[in-house]
């Protein structure tokens, strides 16, 4: 479904990826994995457009997407939601999900909101609330919930746990397999790899803008090496 063959990307003088290739399929939950500055997002903004590479090609069912622009992505079917849960503050919860699909018509984003509200029922008693009032929790289930609103074939997810507490944790990996079983396809990036790992079927490690390993996703989490690497023991 996606893949990524040699992609160079810079910031200035700075080559942030030094060829990175791999690919997501149809159906999977893949991870990237890797410590803090592997450029993992990066990774996610190349492929989402936000940053073009200067060398390299991405492809997306079929087709050459490394110079698109990110709206053109979107419409493909790829959607991003960033790291650090950004949503408009200062927007309900209504018009945070709106503009999520303003790509879409609106026959699509009602389609669109209620998947969200099945994966997120908390969002549809929330909907005139401001965005920035929510929990942490909250505003990540707001902000994947946004990407959903433009009916992705492949969701990109950047730290969705990050700065969570434990239980939340578990809430948004579970919901992530939920939005899997629905049909999605989940590239998904995390610092909690143990978790990351039991959800994913395949999982790629970065260090300094290369991938270093990959494999089966069960196999890495059983793998001594890796646990000693990556998992903490
Ligand atoms: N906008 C930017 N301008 C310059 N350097 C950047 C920028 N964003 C990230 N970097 C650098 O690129 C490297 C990878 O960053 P990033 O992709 O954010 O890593 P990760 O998501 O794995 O933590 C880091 O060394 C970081 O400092
Ligand atoms: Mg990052």
Known sequence: MLSLEHIHTRYGKVECLKGVSFNVQAGEIVALLGANGAGKTTVL???????????????????????NSASEIVKRGIAHVPE??????????????ELGAFLRTKK????????VFEIFPLLKKRLSQKAGTLSGGEQQMLAIGRGLMSRPSLLILDEPSLGLAPLLVATIFRMIETIHKQGKTILLVEQNARMALKIA????????GCIVLEGDAKKLLEDPAVRSAYLGG
């Open 45 to 67: 903004k190349t492929i989402s457009g936000l940053i073009h590479p200067v060398a390299g090609e991405i492809l997306f069912q079929g087709k050459i997407i490394s110079q």
């Open 84 to 97: 650090g849960r950004k949503v408009f503050q200062k927007l309900t919860v209504l018009e945070n999900l």
């Open 108 to 115: 699509e984003a009602l389609q669109g909101m209620e998947t």
């Open 201 to 208: 079927d395949r999982a790629y490690v970065m260090e300094t």
